[in-house]
């Protein structure tokens, strides 16, 4: 089959599933660009990391013109990372494939059992983060990347209390939490490391970091993870301009723009199917797909399609 029409169905179901599910879908992008498209698992990280930094960019200026993201401690919370995130970058062209493979194979896994235990949430159900509920409310949210947040962009907030940017009167949740530094430094750089060395987004971490530990409130939370890995992604790519030049931007461009544009619909899918059991059956496929990986990593039995 072309590689674009491969490229095109492969971006949609991503596209879907991060729309319909709010979390989780852009780690398969690795997974379909090595085994669908035959890219070679640092091709296809750094392709991912273009799809992430593009699509985390476009949502970052939705939710910036809705005023949910907190500038400030967004970048305070990169600022952790960057440094890992252009290591990383850098380590993994150096990487034997099957070690990378093998990494991203665990990633995917994690990510997958996680989804498994989480318990159905809504962001207005969410507690305020000044409550003692706001560490295990950061702790069951979604995972949320690029564009799944590119598709919720334009529904209005459901809090009580809408949120402001750092210019303006900062939310309670940036202030009433006390920050724990050594933890917010680890779990920023931790981020940047998983985001430069495994080309994917990381809002499973960001989330709940910014949540968890920085005591946001979870819309806050989200659009400011969208910063976050914003800048992990760039700063990443930067230490692989070699890699980048060599990708095959007939391919990734369609990858990256029907992930956008299906994530619209998925969304519309989510409104009529249960969300929870989508959630549980991606999570199904994804530790099949991890499974698969670490499998392959294991036996060496090849990446291209």
Known sequence: MNAVILALAAGAVIGLALGALGGGGSVLAVPALIYLLGFTPVAATTASLVIVAVTSAAALSAHARDGHVRWRTGLLFAAAGV??????????????????TAAFGVVAAAAALR??????????????????????????????????????????????????????????????????PGKAAAAGAGLGAVTGVLGVGGGFLAVPALAGVLGMRMRSAVATSLLVITVNSVAALATRAGTVEELDWAVVGPFAGAAILAAWDGKRLAAKVSGHTLQRIFAVVLLVVAAFMLIDAATGSGHSA
Not at 83 to 92: Q, T
Not at 137 to 160: C, I, K, L, M, Y
């Open 115 to 180: 989804m498994l235990r989480l318990r159905p949430t809504s962001d207005a159900a969410a507690p305020d983060a000044t409550t003692p509920d706001a560490t295990a409310a950061a702790a069951n949210a979604p995972d949320v990347t690029a564009a799944e947040v590119a598709a919720s962009a334009a529904t209005p907030s459901d809090t009580a209390v809408p949120d402001t940017s750092d210019t303006a009167v900062p939310d309670a949740s940036d202030v009433a939490a006390p920050i724990r």
């Open 83 to 100: 440094g890992l995130a252009m290591l990383g970058g850098a380590l993994a062209g150096r990487l034997p494939e099957a070690a990378l």
